[in-house]
Each structure stands twice: as C-alpha cells, then as structure tokens.
C-alpha cells in the first residue's frame, strides 16, 4: 500500500494475509487503549469477532499485530496534513468498486482511534453499496437507514465496537434515490453536526467510488478533504486521470496505491 502525496511519495507494505493475534493479546490492546478511553453511555458498544476481522482483513483493531504498521504511517500522514490545514472530515473514494477503499477506511480510522488525541468516527456513505457494519459484523437494527428516514436518533444508531475513540456510523441496506438523498439538507446538516460536536474528532466518510455514479461527486464539496484510493492492476489510466478530473476542485490530499506487491526492507 503506498500513498502518494500531490507532489512526494511514501510507501508502505500492503497487508496481504490474516489477523495474527490471539483473544489474550486482542484484550490487552484493548486494556491498554483503555487508559484514555471514553466513556460511552447512549452510543451501543458491540464487541468483535477475531475471525470475522480476519477474513475481511481488518487488521489495525490490534496494535500488537505487525500488519497495522502500513496504516499507522499512513494515519501520520494523513494527520498531519488535517492538522496542518485545521480540516476534520475525510471522504474516502476509489475510481471504481473493488479497489479495496472500505477495507483501507475502516483500517484508517482504527489507526486514528489508537492515537491519544484523537477520536475517530466512521460512516458508511456508499448507499448503493454498503458494507462497512458487514465488514465489522456489526448488528444493525437501527442505523443511517432509520437515521434518515426521521425513525431514530442519532445517538441510536452510532455504534463502538469495543475499540477506544472509535464509533461507526453503519448503513444497513441500500438507499434509494442515493444521489438525492446526498444532495439533500438533511444530509448537510448531519455532516455538520458530526463535525462540530467534537473537536478532537476525525470524521471518515466511505463513499461510493467516482466513476460508478454521480453520488460521490455531489456530495464531495461538503467534505473538507478527500483520500483516492487505487487498485494495483485494476484500474486503468483513464479511469485515474478521469477520476482526478473529477476531484479538480476538491482538497485531495493523497493517493493510495492499494494491493500492491509487499516490498521486504530492513527496519531502517
């Protein structure tokens, strides 16, 4: 996995097997981040199954796990230029499906949620597809589905999933009339809301990849910045520089060269 910075690069290796770790070592991660953790009292608090992160390959939940390494340097990155820019919400987007932007979303803020300053939330805006509770195997009686719809609150239908400083946003089903729905106030104002509420907070928002529909692009411009994410040897040059096009106007603080080859190198 490699981002690319607009003008320097930084490459990383691409976590290409399963979860190794134990439950005994998966609860002392969780007892140590516990030390500046947050009380969670209205927001659900769902634990995880180890073998279910493992076969979606969700690895950055265990800071003992060698494969977090990739996502913790491109949580740095990534931080710093927010920080730098005093921006707080992060849309996440590919050219086209499969290129692996779930997968490295809910990594990403994971890896966020284990840094001491930060809270991180994640929301899953690919309405035509979504996946991020699947991923997690989150239970979703109520969720952005219901949240929108007027039948919950949102206190209702955020969820931790046993992880400090990190809360997910699911989407259950597809949504109809997604691009309209994404165009709409009510979906501006909860972008807003989630922003505001915290200071510390980093908002991560899954969206549909660029050149599927025009849902990403309606709703891009109510994001502070946004993070490409490329499959190696899926997506063409064309789709790149179309979808590059289409970010014209957009913060694009990266691209993210997904599923490529792992390169051995020293610690060094």
């Given amino acids: 996995m490699e981002i690319i910075k607009p ?5 990383g290796q691409q976590p290409s097997s399963g979860l190794v770790t134990t439950p005994k070592a998966l609860a002392a ?9 947050l009380s969670y009292k209205q ?17 950055a ?15 740095t990155q990534v931080l710093k230029i927010m920080e730098e820019n005093g921006w707080r919400t992060l849309a996440i987007t590919s050219p086209t499906p499969e290129a692996g932007k779930t997968v490295l979303a ?5 890896s966020i949620a284990h840094h001491t300053t930060k809270t991180a939330l994640l929301v899953d805006f690919d309405l035509r597809r979504p996946t ?17 719809s007027e039948q919950a609150e949102l206190q209702e239908v955020l969820v931790n999933p046993t992880l400090p400083r990190f809360v997910v946003l699911p989407t259950r089903q597809p949504i109809p009339h997604s691009t309209e729905v994404l165009s709409s106030p009510l979906v501006s104002h909860l972008i807003t809301e989630l922003r505001e509420r915290y200071h510390e907070r980093i908002v991560i928002f ?7 529909s025009d849902d990403a692009i309606t709703v891009l411009p109510k994001f502070d910045c946004v993070l490409l994410v490329v499959a190696n040897g899926m997506n063409s040059k064309k789709e790149i520089e179309e979808s590059l096009h289409h970010l014209g106007t957009a913060n694009l603080i990266g691209t993210v060269l997904n599923k490529a080859e792992p390169q051995n190198r020293s610690y060094y």
């Fill in 7 to 11: 003008d320097t690069g930084n490459s």
């Fill in 29 to 37: 991660t969780a007892q140590s981040a516990n030390l500046n953790a």
């Fill in 43 to 59: 927001t659900k608090v769902v634990p995880l199954r180890l073998d279910h992160l493992e076969r979606h390959r969700i690895v």
């Fill in 61 to 75: 939940y265990n800071k003992n796990s060698n494969l977090s390494g990739a996502f913790d340097l491109l949580r």
């Fill in 106 to 110: 809910i990594n990403l803020a994971m």
């Fill in 132 to 148: 991020v509770g699947s991923c997690l195997g989150l239970p979703m009686d109520k969720s952005l589905n219901e949240l929108l």
């Fill in 206 to 212: 899954d969206l549909p990849p660029l050149l599927s």
